[in-house]
């Protein structure tokens, strides 16, 4: 089976950074989209970015500027990276992994990761 490995995740202050990693093994996946959410407390998982397998990124308003999405030279991990982190960052993020072409909707995706904490104080 694919399986998704995150790690990366854990505290900040407002304006600081952090580098999520998300690690895939198991059965080959070719050609996938790599994308990330987050979920915070009572709400609905959201989508954050998206990397396809050729490089293209996509993200969400709120992130623009402050967060980039990339993916190794090997394709079997990526990042993101966030800076000028808000306390409104604050929730649980997943990656996640699914066919071309990439989407926003969770249901969209096949595979995910266990999830990491990221918490940004004010």
């Known amino acids: 089976q694919v399986q998704l490995v995150e790690s990366g995740g854990g505290l900040a202050q407002t304006g600081g950074s952090l580098k999520l990693s998300c690690t895939v093994s198991g059965r080959t996946l070719s050609s996938y989209v790599m994308a990330w959410f987050r979920q915070a407390p009572g709400e609905e998982r959201e989508f954050v970015a998206a990397?396809?397998?050729?490089?293209?990124?996509y993200y969400t308003d709120s992130v623009k500027g402050r967060f980039t999405a990339s993916r190794t030279a090997t394709k079997t991990t990526g990042n993101l990276q966030m800076n000028s982190l808000k306390p409104e960052d604050t929730a649980v993020y997943y990656c996640a992994a699914g066919k071309y072409p990439p989407r926003e909707n969770v249901r969209d995706y096949d595979y995910w990761g266990q999830g990491t904490q990221v918490t940004v104080s004010s």
């Open positions: 990397i396809t397998w050729g490089g293209t990124t």
